[in-house]
């Protein structure tokens, strides 16, 4: 039962795309690596971060921002770094300021535009209104529905 648990839990957990080679041999620097990729972007995958892509660009920046941490840079430094190579964009958080405004506030305008176009479309939709009752039927119709009721009842 233990090792099914086990398995499943090995399953269960993210497969980072992180290559042992490209690895650091300090283990803190390699946390530190792991930590700054959690907020960049894989730019191919653009929902992904580069600890999580297996993009051959998002392996670049892997490898980018570990030459930067071994160099000694701090990580506002390797994020600086990859910023001004990149742009805000690279960042999973990208900062409110205004050269993102269309990534924070897009979303927010799409939504706007989307309820703007169906508010207008129902308002120019005329009332729709109920079919008015059909006439009562004649005294021959009666009859002759009468005589084809009869005539299925047998």
Not at 40 to 56: E, G, K, P, T
Not at 117 to 146: G, I, M, Q, T
């Amino acid at each position: 039962m233990k090792r099914l648990l086990v398995l499943l839990f090995v399953l269960a957990t993210p497969a980072l795309a992180v290559n042992p080679d490209e690895m650091l041999k300090d283990p803190a620097q390699e946390h530190r690596a792991r930590e700054l990729g959690k907020d960049l972007r894989c730019l191919v995958c653009q929902n992904q971060s580069i600890d999580d892509s297996d993009a051959d660009l998002a392996k670049d920046l892997r490898v980018i921002v570990r030459e930067r941490i071994a160099k000694g840079d701090s990580d506002d430094q390797v994020k600086s770094f990859v910023v001004d190579r990149y742009g805000d964009y690279v960042l999973l958080k990208p900062p409110f300021k205004a050269t993102t405004l269309a990534l924070w506030l897009g979303p927010l305008a799409l939504f706007a535009g989307a309820l703007w176009a169906v508010l207008a479309f129902y308002r120019r939709r005329p009332a729709e209104k109920a079919a008015p009752p059909p006439p009562p039927l004649s005294a021959e119709e009666s009859r002759r529905l009468d005589k084809l009721l009869k005539e299925t009842e047998r």
